[in-house]
């Protein structure tokens, strides 16, 4: 029986590129948007050409409902979940840490943090042996500005991810008695569009020089260590973050 995953966020970027090679290595899809359709429809297109399931569903992962309704709608879908990469997330352009206005940092966190707060509890509600689930796997949406408080006028896009890495080794304690492993990954200048939507189109070709490699990665980089972490192979691999940043940050 195939697995099922369920991506948020998975129109674009790096939440795209998983959900496609998710299909390669056998899992049936769940295609999470919150406006772009028909980018999430190509997504879902490219899944069954590999010769999965998939369905796109639309909800804001901002709004607790719209979560606790798309989780609702994998039930419909599929019948269960096996694995979930907590993806969705918003950045804000560059500001100086004494300009950020109280409402931009409520809608980061709100999105980023409690947004993926709130759907992790989902997915380990239908996960938890405790509760009838056959277990799982949460792979969480870090970055690596969780280590570097924020990375040039990023100030609230770290705090923001800072406590993904807080939930994930919390959650991951709570949760493996219950069959589930928990992990994150902290992507670094990956080049995806994430970077315009900060003002800095440009972003990853004018920091290349500062990262020890010397280059930005790429999605798909980014979505081969996520499904490692939700492989058989990681199996006793809970609690962790991992940095995907070409050795930026250490």
């Known amino acids: 029986m195939s697995k099922v995953l369920l991506v948020t966020g998975a129109s674009r970027g790096i939440g795209a590129a998983t959900a496609r090679l998710a299909a390669q290595r056998g ?87 409690i947004g993926a707060f709130v759907a992790a509890q989902e997915a380990a509600k239908r996960m938890s042996t405790k509760r009838g689930g056959k277990g799982g796997v949460i792979v969480n949406m870090s970055s690596i500005v969780a280590v570097l408080g924020g990375a040039g006028g990023t100030t609230d896009y770290g705090l923001s991810k800072g406590g993904i890495d807080t939930m994930t080794r919390g959650i991951a304690k709570e949760l493996a008695p219950e069959g589930i492993r928990v992990n994150a990954v902290r992507p670094g200048m990956i080049d995806t569009e994430i970077h315009a939507d900060m003002g800095l189109p440009d972003r ?47």
């Open 27 to 113: 899992y049936d899809v769940a295609v999470n948007y919150i406006s772009s359709r028909d980018k999430a429809e190509a997504v879902a297109d490219d899944i069954r050409k590999a010769g999965r399931k998939a369905v796109t569903i639309q909800a804001d992962c901002a709004k607790p409902d719209e979560i606790k309704r798309l989780f609702a709608e994998v039930d419909k879908s599929f019948g269960r979940i096996d694995a979930f990469f907590n993806n969705a997330g918003i950045v804000a352009p560059v500001m100086p840490f004494v300009d950020i206005p109280a409402e931009r940092v409520v809608k980061l966190v709100m999105t980023n943090t």
């Open 204 to 250: 990853v070709a004018q920091l290349a020089p500062t990262i020890p490699m010397q280059r930005g990665g790429t999605p798909e980089e980014v979505a081969e260590a996520v499904l490692w972490l939700m492989s058989d192979q990681a199996s006793y691999v809970t609690g962790i973050c991992m940095d995907i940043a070409g050795g930026r940050g250490i």
